[in-house]
């Protein structure tokens, strides 16, 4: 997979209202990875190891951008995507 796709997603989905917290939600390490960092790990990378944590990683930014957008959603609220962040993790772990 490539990670400039990641880039792609995280920026999409920042504009809309994704923060760190929900970024947190989504990630393999929950806690303290954030939005700047991976978004700079994948812009030096020229792709991830299939079915490695970064390709689930986007698999799941993918999920909540796609749910976001189907689900007609438009308030940008932060709880919006932590609970879709949560659901993106536990459909693929």
Do not use: I
């Not at 930014?61 to 438009?74: C, D, E, P, Q, T």
Request: overall charge negative; some cysteine; hydrophobic content about 40%.
């Amino acid at each position: 997979m490539d990670p400039k796709e990641t880039v792609l997603l995280l920026d999409e989905l920042e504009r809309l209202g994704f923060t760190d917290q929900a970024f947190h939600v989504l990630h393999h390490f929950r806690s303290d990875e954030t939005l700047s960092r991976h978004r700079a790990y994948c812009e030096v990378h020229d792709s991830f190891r299939t079915d490695g944590n970064n390709e689930l990683v986007q698999k799941r930014l993918r999920m909540v951008l796609a749910a976001y957008k189907a689900g007609g959603f438009r308030s940008g609220k932060p709880e919006v995507f932590v609970a879709l962040a949560e659901a993106a993790f536990r459909n693929t772990p």
